[in-house]
């Protein structure tokens, strides 16, 4: 058997006998079961439970994590930049769980134990054939991206695939596959939006019926020689193909068609895309002429992308035919454009010519594209200085991209004619002085780029004739003095930008609105003459630099808005533990923190001030200090609510469980590319709150077998998956190059004693025998709460929250009588979603039961699947026999499961409480006040329903804890 298959098969062991157990103690805490069960019965149960509680241990299924070799399970919403760390699969926007598995070779294998409720998969590896209902586990798959090498699906492949929206067949070599897909393999995929084939050839498939839900299709890397081929690939695509039999008249449906980088499409054919109207057309990298398109029987088109194609003429006849709006001519051979090439191109709003080593623009450019909203000119010849035609004026142009034109001078008003312009990019060119004249008549300018260029100073007032500017890039230029006067003009310029290649000095004032702050330099950053009001409004700050100093010394600087901060290379001294020596005391809504950096030791960090930082990561801090180790219980010391925690290059040497204390609400813990790490033995005290997510990414740990717990955790319970222990490495010593496999070095070097593990079995089994025999004597009433302390240890052992246990959030009882009342006033209030109700899920007893249930084992069972049991009781339920019996099996809760159970008693009525004497220490129980009075004919409705709700929440925590 597998690596995989064992752990799976452990995995269905483990929930079945969680299961048996569970079921198991419903029936020995059931008094009304109890009296029906023959003592020979319950000597049989007490036999078989030590001996499954034995099978549980020889199945090492008491850890708490589980692995999938070659595998990656991961949720991107918990940390944006997670692929920087770990193989990533590419996502579509609004999706976050995702699984990536390289190396298949057993697709069953393979998804057998991965999480059936991901969003995205991919797979890479090699399956010759994807057999019936391969993904039907997966019914919330929205994402499949299939590297397999198929050469065959069967007709079933994607059964069960209702949610699926993107699929994908790649193949990343030069030479393409031919892929045999069956005519109807698509149609269970109702809610398909995009297909894509990429390295693949149809040749041997024909008649694919297309989703008429889909929208994107592409064919890229392919055999495809014409257009023609596309009809009889896919039938649907064009009326002329469709089934003569379709009820319904052939609508087009698709809107966007790749066809880019197919080498041998050089022919389109006569009415190949007959009928089609398409948003967008790509034929990037294709030898197809333009112009075989007018004879293509293509209705409509708005976007046409042709990069890379060769051209050496703009299009105009093609662009006119169609009245494209859209036009990508990237990376062709365009250098001169003559006026009869424009006169077709008037309804061209977006205009794309970067990377075509264009000189000169033709006098009358503008005037001949009257709706051009957006035009690229990057990666051009356009400079040394900067040439437009004159007399011109746009009043459509709101992006203009110049960025890689060798420009050096901006003449006076060169931008005057285009008076609407929102965006100007001129990065990457070798501009030295601006004025104020040359950006003159930019009024409605947001968004100046002027990043990479070598710009020395800045002259007072550059930016008056900008009003409207938010954001400005000034990174990678020769700025070594920045005055804030020299900002000063834009009263919206909230994204700011500044870089040297030296040091750099900053002085006040800053701009007043800023949002954004990102400053690169390469020996340090000077902030002179700041005051603690400086950045009241600032969310997010980037440093890069070796060194930050604030003058006057000792000044701190407070941002109480700031949510994202990122430090690269920075002395760590401004977190100090040293109060006098901390520059950042207090960060009150920090959320996410990246800080890495080579310089010192981190003898005295620690992170301070921050109640709310979610995502914490830290990188370099003590790499080059080989004999020293990072301190995480003093650097972790006063972030509670941290979720994310990435560790990198730290030399963090042995981690213990003092490394991670306190940290409740951790959800990922990600360790990259350390150096002897080592895990001490003491970390299994946390394996219940392990996070849901553990990484170990280039980790070489410490072969020490102290951490000889690691393989069977890492290996083998549901709760936490751990990435990267099947390929890391240990080593003995510093001088160790043996490359000595982790998790073989552990279950080969340190063996677990076997006459140990003997004793262990021999005396679980004693003890186990002795419990069970006491559990027999139900008069002793210390028993029970031994055994709900024991219920408790079981749960938290297995890593199953309280929470994990429930189905429902309260059982509502209630006579017959009652029914009207509860159906029409209380049950509306609870289960209305917030704000207007609490949101509650109920379970009541003729709704909820299943038909044909047995309704004594549907009260226990629903009873013990709900954090609250909520008795509406008046005269008329209490003389219900069936409330009579509700009420006995919710009081013995009280009884049998002390500290978990909660009752709560709802009087409609004024009811003698000597009526209640019958009931179990009912009566007591009320001294807690867990009941509340309606009395008929008041209106304090709302008053009731916000205190009740109250009760619930409470009652809701008290179980969880």
């Known amino acids: 058997m597998t690596a995989k298959a064992s752990v799976s098969k452990k995995r269905q062991t483990y929930d079945l006998l969680v299961l048996l157990l569970s079921r198991f103690n419903t029936l020995i805490l059931s008094p009304l079961i109890l009296e029906a069960m023959s003592k020979m019965e319950r000597r049989l149960v007490s036999a078989v439970l030590p001996l499954l509680l034995l099978d549980l241990m020889d199945c090492d299924l008491m850890s708490q994590a589980w692995t999938v070799p070659d595998c990656t399970i991961a949720d991107s919403s918990l940390l944006s930049n997670l692929s920087f760390y770990i193989p990533f699969c590419p996502l579509a926007p609004g999706l976050h769980t995702f699984a990536s598995c390289s190396n298949v070779t057993d697709l069953t294998q393979t998804l057998r134990a991965v999480p059936q409720d991901i969003q995205a998969l991919c797979l890479q590896g090699m399956v010759p054939v994807l057999p019936a209902n391969a993904f039907g586990h997966f019914p919330y798959l929205q994402l499949l991206r299939l590297q397999l090498g198929t050469l065959k699906i069967t007709s079933e492949a994607f059964q069960g695939l209702n949610q699926l929206q993107y699929l994908s067949f790649e193949h990343h070599a030069p030479c393409c596959l031919s892929l045999f897909l069956p005519q109807d393999a698509l149609m269970p995929l109702t809610f398909l939006i995009s297909l894509s084939f990429q390295g693949y050839c149809l040749n041997y498939s024909q008649n694919i019926q297309l989703p008429i839900s889909l929208r994107h299709l592409t064919l890229g890397h392919s055999c495809l020689m014409e257009l023609q081929e596309l009809q009889v690939l896919f039938s649907n695509l064009v009326p002329s193909f469709s089934p003569t039999a379709s009820p319904r008249p052939w609508s087009s449906f698709l809107e966007v068609l790749d066809l880019s980088y197919n080498l041998k499409l050089n022919q389109a054919g006569v009415r190949a895309l007959n009928g089609l109207q398409l948003h967008s057309l790509r034929l990037d990298g294709t030898p197809l002429n333009a112009l075989d398109l007018l004879g293509s029987g293509l209705l409509h088109l708005d976007f046409l992308s042709l990069v890379g194609t060769g051209m050496e003429k703009l299009p105009g006849k093609v662009s006119g035919y169609f009245e494209l709006r859209a036009l990508d001519l990237g990376r062709n051979r365009i250098q001169n454009i003559e006026d009869g090439d424009l006169s077709s191109c008037r309804s061209l709003e977006h205009l794309s010519l970067y990377g075509n080593g ?6 009358k450019f503008l005037n001949a594209l009257p709706q051009l909203q957006s035009l690229n000119l990057s990666m051009n010849k356009l400079g040394p200085t900067l040439v437009l035609p004159d007399g011109l004026v746009s009043t459509n142009l709101r992006v203009l991209d110049l960025s890689n034109n060798e420009l050096c001078v901006l003449p006076y008003g060169a931008f005057s004619f285009i008076p609407q312009l929102e ?11 601006l004025s104020s004249e040359s950006l003159e008549g930019l009024k409605q300018l947001k ?11 800045l002259k007072p007032g550059w930016l008056s004739f900008l009003p409207a500017l938010t954001s400005l890039n000034l990174l990678g230029t020769y700025l070594s003095h920045i005055p804030g006067k020299e900002l000063q003009g834009p009263q919206r310029l909230s994204h700011l930008q500044l870089g040297s290649l030296q040091m750099l000095d900053l002085y006040p004032p800053w701009p007043p609105a800023l949002l954004s702050l990102e400053i690169w330099a390469e020996t340090g950053i000077w ?3 700041f005051n603690e ?6 969310e997010k700050l980037i440093l890069q630099t070796s060194n930050v100093v604030l003058s006057p010394y000792n000044t701190s600087v407070h941002f109480p808005s700031l949510r994202h901060l990122t430090l690269r290379g920075v002395s760590f001294f401004g977190f100090s533990s040293q109060e006098s020596q901390r520059s950042f005391p207090q960060f009150p809504v920090l959320e996410h923190l990246h800080f890495w950096s080579d310089y010192g030791s981190t003898e005295n960090l620690q992170l301070f001030g921050m109640p709310k930082l979610r ?13 020293r180790s990072t301190k995480l219980e003093l650097v972790l010391k006063e972030v509670p609510q941290l979720q994310v925690l990435a560790l990198s290059h730290l030399n963090l040497g042995n981690l213990s469980v003092s490394s991670f204390r306190d940290l409740d609400h951790l959800q990922l813990l990600l360790f990259n590319s350390e150096w002897t790490l080592g895990l001490d033995s003491s970390l299994q005290e946390l394996i219940p709150q392990m996070p849901q997510y553990v990484y170990f990414s280039d980790v070489t740990f410490t072969c020490q077998c102290e951490s000889s717990w690691v393989g069977p955790w890492a290996t083998q319970a549901p709760n936490t998956f751990v990435y990267g222990l099947e390929k890391s490495i240990c080593m003995a010593n510093a001088s160790d190059y043996s490359k000595t496999p982790l998790l073989s070095f552990l279950s080969h070097q340190c063996a677990h004693d076997l006459e140990f593990q003997g004793f262990l079995a021999s005396f679980t089994l004693v003890l186990l025998f002795t419990i069970l025999v006491l559990l027999g004597c139900p008069k002793w009433s210390w028993l029970h709460h031994l055994r709900t302390l024991f219920h408790v240890w079981w749960w938290k052992l297995c890593g199953r929250g309280p929470r994990s246990q429930f189905h429902y959030d309260v059982f509502i009882s209630y006579c017959e009588q009652d029914q009207d009342w509860v159906l029409e006033e209380l049950v509306p209030t609870l289960e209305k979603s917030p704000p207007a109700g609490e949101g509650l899920r109920l379970c009541l007893p003729e709704r909820d039961f299943g038909v044909g249930q047995d309704r004594m084992d549907a009260l226990v069972a629903s009873m013990e699947n709900c954090r609250a049991i909520l008795c509406v009781l008046s005269n008329k339920a209490l003389g219900s026999p069936r409330c009579h019996l509700e009420l006995r099996l919710a009081t013995y809760h009280l009884v049998a499961r002390p500290g978990t159970a909660c009752l709560l008693l709802l009087f409609l009525e004024p009811i003698d409480r000597r009526k209640l004497c019958g009931y179990h220490r009912l009566t007591r129980w009320l001294q807690k006040e867990d009941y509340f009075d309606l009395p008929q004919g008041r209106v304090e409705w709302d008053v009731f329903c916000e205190q009740l709700q109250k009760r619930l929440r409470k009652a809701g925590q008290e179980r969880d804890d």
Not at 423 to 433: P, Q, T, V
Request: glycine share 4%.
């Open 533 to 538: 009001d400086t950045f009241l409004f600032l």
């Open 527 to 529: 902030f002179n003459n």
């Open 615 to 627: 995502v914490l990561e830290l990188g370099d801090l003590n790499f080059h200090y080989e004999s």
């Open 447 to 457: 968004t100046l780029d002027l990043s990479w260029n070598k710009i020395k100073v």
């Open 358 to 363: 264009l000189k000169l623009l033709p006098i």
């Open 423 to 433: 965006e100007l990019w001129l990065s990457g060119n070798n501009i030295s002085n």
